[in-house]
């Protein structure tokens, strides 16, 4: 059994940090800047939670040389002397430890939180309704498919198209008000094959208490849903009727959800199974 871990893990990091990313600007508010003290040996915050793309500044105010460096070689800041500063943009979500190179033992973490999507976006729902020929403010297969060929013809940008797919599984409303994700973080999705026909679904971030997996074929047509509390997820590859799935690519999408129900819908990605 072959599960192409890699590919997949690589296709939903692009796809989530292309979807979320563009997906910034509707949600934009307080300025994608922060900044970090060095002073008395030691990083202030030493942890700093920050949305995906923020620029974080580095003051060094001690009479002492100090660095940030990145554990992981992500960024490297050089020797500031007293007053000098740094910047890194964070562009990935994700946790970013780091430390001095002068004195290892100051050590510090960046957390980049990527933005949730929510289904449908909002402020992105009426460029969607376009889409809906026959007005019902819904997306018939028609219309999806219409849009599919549209994609494929490079006429919908990946963006509007990633949309419409999470719209037409959710088969929500075309002009349905965003939901709330409040105290509630994404930050991403995992995928792991945890016995040789069993696909865990991990995600992570901050305050979720239950995750829902969805899984389609390619036909739109549901083979798995399930739900439960905390924050990972097995598949045994099987349908409904408990056979086997046959190799192929399908289509999962995951919701999270907070303490307070509040929840966020993960868009869909890709899952291709080889055996
Ligand atoms: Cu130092």
Known sequence: MKFMTRSCAIFLVTALSFVVGSLDSPFASAADSAAVTIQNFAFTPNTITVPLGTTITWTNEDAASHTVTSDTGAFESGTLGKGETFQFTFHSAGTFMYHCHIHPSMMAKVVVTAKPMTSPPSGGSSSLKRFDKNNNNKLDDIEFFAAVDGWIAAQIDDLTFFKLVDLWISQGPITAASLHADFLQFDDTALALSSSETISFTVHGQGIERMRVQIFGLNGKIIFDESGAGSELKWNETTFNGTLVANGVYLYRIRV???????????????????
């Open 257 to 275: 959800e907070g303490d307070a129900g509040q929840g966020v819908e993960i868009a869909v990605q890709k899952i291709i199974i080889l055996r």
